[in-house]
């Protein structure tokens, strides 16, 4: 069926629609995405104020962190929380992660549980054999990230009083300088010696040394806390921020995409125009001929 003047420009008229919504949900990306990074970045004084005070507690005490003696690695209950989205228009945001994630406990053993925050990437998770017992919804603004976090601790902190044998992992997109994004995994329970060292090694900043007020095991148990839940909220907010950045490189191509429809459509309009008017012309032309040719 030939194009008509007419259905060319309900066509344009539809391009120029969408064209408008990607523009649209192109500026909402962008602004969140912002907010997003801004959440990460005032989080990093927080962190660094809660690694010095577990690192005065260490000063203070002497304190066991990390699990001693030999651990059979087969009866560890491994529970991995999984960050990906609720919407779509992510391109591969939830594929590649999931992809990533079925690789990295396939190298740990034990009994394995995967916690998902988003149904696209727990419809992933299923797909890749990997059926998660909880599902969480994705925040949709800074304010929301805190409840979520609270709400994973709550449920990870029954999974560690009911399991002794208990690791929990968080796995996430983390947003690339420039553009993209690339995944990332952290063991966040049980603390190891390697995260134990790294907060021994930091050097206080003044020159009277701290001196921790009360117990120094509840001290610490708070800090740590703290740290976890510091550690989660990161790892959601880096996490939404690499879906929006998805998401608005996606709709730049959608935009990208219509804008080429776009010129397609208006030179075939020009054109079946141009060959409308010429038609007209010849039959102007040919009627004239004729009547001068009766005449």
């Known amino acids: ?41 005032s989080l990093q004084d927080y962190y660094r104020t809660i690694s010095l005070g577990i690192n005065a507690c260490f000063r203070n005490k002497r304190l066991l962190i990390s699990p001693s003696g030999k651990i059979e690695k087969n009866k560890i209950l491994t529970v991995a929380i999984v960050f990906g989205s609720d919407q779509g228009l992510v391109g591969t945001f939830n594929d590649i992660l999931s992809t990533f994630v079925q690789q990295t406990l396939q190298n740990i053993p034990g009994k394995k549980e995967t916690w998902a925050v988003g149904e696209r990437v727990y419809s992933r998770l299923e797909d890749a054999g990997l059926s998660p017992n909880k599902l ?10 805190t409840p979520l976090v609270n709400d994973i601790l709550l449920n990870s902190e029954e999974y560690r009083e009911s399991n002794q044998l208990y690791s929990l992992y968080i796995f996430h997109n983390s947003p690339l300088k420039g553009e993209g994004y690339q995944q990332e995994s952290q063991r966040l329970f049980p603390l190891d010696k390697k995260w134990e060292q790294e907060i ?65 459509l208006k030179q075939n309009y020009n054109r079946i125009r141009q060959s409308t008017i010429d038609e007209e012309l010849f039959d102007v032309i040919a009627g004239f001929e004729a009547l001068k040719d009766r005449q």
């Open 1 to 41: 069926m030939s194009d008509t003047l007419e259905s060319l420009q309900r066509r344009k008229q539809s391009a120029g629609e969408l064209a408008s919504v990607v523009r649209t949900m192109k500026a909402m990306a962008a602004s969140n995405i912002n907010q997003y990074e801004m959440a990460v970045k």
């Open 136 to 145: 969480f919804n994705v925040p949709n603004s800074v304010t929301a990230i």
């Open 200 to 264: 021994t090694k930091l050097q206080w900043p003044a020159k009277n040394l701290p001196q921790v007020i009360g117990g120094t095991e509840s001290a610490l148990h708070a800090l740590i806390k703290e740290y976890l839940f510091v550690s989660i909220y990161k790892a959601c907010a880096e996490s939404l921020a690499s879906e929006n950045a998805s998401r608005l490189a996606a709709m730049e191509r959608a935009e990208q995409n219509i804008d080429d429809i776009l010129d397609d």
